[in-house]
């Protein structure tokens, strides 16, 4: 098979990009999910990356994805996408899974070359696949992510042996959203869910959804430490530090005045932001569906 050369670019074309990414560095990175379960991911990411600033936008407005139509979903990721861009971000986070299945292509179609997006199904899905001693994996996930099978999907093209059971839970994103949760009402959902026969033989759960780790510690223990649990976060924040190393993006200088942005007020997106956050957040309303 002939290789196909690529040319050096000429030294002005690097000059230019080099001028280009210096202008770039120190712009913000763009995260959005439906509602406060992203703020999982944005908190990674800025621990991962203390100098990064970070613009977060809620569709709070729309909550929960799990239920809406894929037409919806891409409507609506198109649209904040456009948001993030306008805010010139320098690279775009989708922390939805129910995002991630349904508009992540959609979404890299509409920004073009303009910035690299990332979603949260690649990341932890190529960790997991590393772990060999895994045969039966478990994903709890919200209706729309389920639907999609895109885990076990993905999963079973890199490990042909492991087995899938995925298992939708929709009324945990919606629980969370509210605020129940680490109290009798979540562990009694969780406990309904976990229990249910799908999710038997598993050595192994993806929780799915970035809502699902702010219910992480009730997960654990109710399966008391027999069935290693997986959420996105972490692996997204290295994914993000591993792409901005490559294009040359990481900031240079810190700048932790991040900005959180909803679609509609919900008393609880600031309330929960208290877990991820040491500075109160205040949320900025923005009425881009207008």
Not at 112 to 138: A, F, M, R, S, Y
Not at 187 to 195: G, K, N
Request: hydrophobic share 40%; with cysteine; aromatic share 8%.
């Amino acid at each position: 098979m002939a290789v196909k050369k690529i040319n050096a670019p000429k030294r002005s074309e690097q000059m230019s990009t080099d001028k280009n990414n210096s202008t770039r560095i120190n712009q913000p990175i763009g995260i959005f999910d439906s509602g406060v379960g992203g703020l999982t991911v944005a908190s990674a990411i800025a621990k991962a990356l203390p100098n990064e600033q970070i613009i977060y936008f809620g569709d709070t407005a729309h909550l929960p994805y799990g239920d809406k139509s894929a037409d919806s979903i891409k409507y609506y990721s198109i649209r904040i996408a456009q948001f993030l861009l306008e805010q010139n971000c320098k690279i775009i986070v989708i922390a939805c899974n129910t995002a991630s299945a349904l508009a992540y292509e959609t979404v890299k179609d509409f920004v073009g070359n303009k910035v690299t997006v990332i979603d949260v199904v690649n990341p932890i899905v190529n960790e997991i696949v590393q772990n060999k001693k895994l045969k039966h994996i478990g994903v709890i996930a919200t209706k729309g992510t389920i639907k999609s099978d895109i885990y076990a999907k993905k999963i079973k093209h890199l490990s042909k042996n492991v087995e899938v059971a995925s298992l939708a839970t929709p009324l945990l994103a919606s629980m969370i959203e509210e605020g129940f949760f680490n109290n009798k009402i979540s562990r009694t959902v969780i406990h309904d869910y976990l229990s249910r026969p799908k999710l038997k033989k598993i050595d192994s759960l993806i929780l799915a959804c970035t809502h699902y780790p702010l219910i992480k510690k009730e997960i654990e223990e109710f399966y008391k430490g027999k069935v290693k649990i997986y959420d996105n976060a972490e692996a997204v924040a290295k994914t993000v530090a591993e792409v901005l190393t490559k294009e040359k993006l990481l900031a240079t200088k810190k700048n932790n005045k991040h900005k959180f942005y909803i679609s509609d007020y919900t008393k609880s997106f600031e309330e929960t932001s208290k877990n991820f956050f040491k500075s109160k957040i205040k949320p900025t309303q923005a009425a881009i569906w207008k």
